[in-house]
């Protein structure tokens, strides 16, 4: 669905009401004005309950959501009013409606958000503290941010939330973490209750409930670095994957802007796929494994790693996957490199100043490196690496096999 035409223009009719725990005495001037003046207010059962009374016609609404939305978007230039938790553009619904209705059509009454209530109850910085939601999402999303002395702040999926990301930290090294459940912030049941992960024993939390963590590391903990090149023990692989150190300088290569979509083709272990994922929250990959055991190793590992939502996995063949996949702003071949017309076919779905990068252990991927060389330009270099092994009682050098890279930007 798109926004309408900006012809003929309207003035603002659609208006967008945070709404905390305390109700209507919470509400400025202006947004209860807003409210009161729609023909029509939209919202969930809760916001329609604490807006109360109202003398107009309400809309509690359906699940899915998004069914709601044809029916506002023909009340365009009528008044009408949509009810949401606090802040409507930090995780809520406003920013999915702005995509719908023109801005300078809707007027937003913004309240504090979960956010920053609870960061007022702490005493956090919110500029220092990460802010994310487990609202509808993977839990395993927070993993990324377990890093000592981080501060993290959850919107909750559920009443269960906090015991499983407990059990979570308890599990990955993190026990001695503090976790602090707030609930219905502002308003007359308000709650704030705080647990040790390893001894989580916090009953009957209310379903809306928003999840603070300070992380504390045990030695040993299960950290994520910053930088690229993860061990290798960090992903379940059955030897088809791109070793620590080829993954680093393929990472670097690769280049990772922000928003950006991999291709990863013959993915193995997916390790690429989800080393780019890591590099920034807004950036999604498209792992293409022939394999379906693979594939299905490729699903855990990016679940491990809290970056599932954003790498799709695609069973079958790179050559005859490509015209289905959303384009790419970077591609890694890493397998099926010999394959005819692979690489000339990556190159021309490539946008503008898009990144190639192919590595190759076989003469006959080689080859193939070699040809798109010398038709295409770009660099091309050897890269070797060994490790220090024992020898009898002594110790040397064992060489894993040399890999060749090709590394090409589209002009």
Known sequence: MTAPSLVPDHAPWLAIVGIGEDGRVGLSPAAAAALDAAEVVYGGRRHLALAAPLATETRPWPSPIDTAYPGILARRGRPTCILAT???????????????????????????????????????????????TLHGRDLFGIVPHLQPGARILALSWDGATPAAVAALLTERGFSGSRLTVLEAMGGPNERVREARAENFDLSEIAALNTLAVAVEAAPGARIVPLSPGLDDAWFENDGQLTKAEIRAVT?????????????????????ISIEWCL????????????????????????RALGVAPRVQVVVGGSLAA??????????????????????????????????????????????????????????????????????????????????????????
């Not at 950036?283 to 990016?302: F, G, K, L, T």
């Open 86 to 132: 606090g802040d409507p553009f930090h995780y809520g619904i406003g920013a999915e409606l702005a995509r719908l209705v023109p801005a300078h059509e809707i007027r937003a009454f913004p309240q504090p958000s979960a956010f920053s209530l609870a960061a007022a109850r702490l005493g956090w910085s919110l500029p220092e503290t990460a802010c994310l």
């Open 279 to 302: 590099r920034h929250p807004a950036n999604r990959a498209v792992a293409v494994e022939r394999r379906p055991d693979r594939a299905e190793r490729i699903a855990r590992n990016a």
């Open 322 to 411: 490509l015209s289905a996949l959303p384009s790419p702003g970077a591609v890694f071949v890493g397998g099926g490199v010999a394959e005819p017309s692979l690489l000339a076919a990556c190159r021309d779905a490539l946008p503008h100043d898009g990144r190639c990068v192919a590595n190759a252990v076989t003469l006959e991927g080689e080859a193939a490196l070699l040809a798109a060389f010398s038709e295409a330009g770009g660099a091309l270099r050897r890269l070797s690496v060994a490790h220090a092994v024992p020898v009898g009682g002594l110790t040397g050098w064992r060489p894993a096999m040399p890999i060749t890279q090709w590394v090409w930007t589209k002009p």
């Open 251 to 271: 990472l670097a290569a690769l280049r990772p802007r922000a928003g950006e979509t991999l291709w990863d083709l013959g993915a193995g272990a997916g390790s």
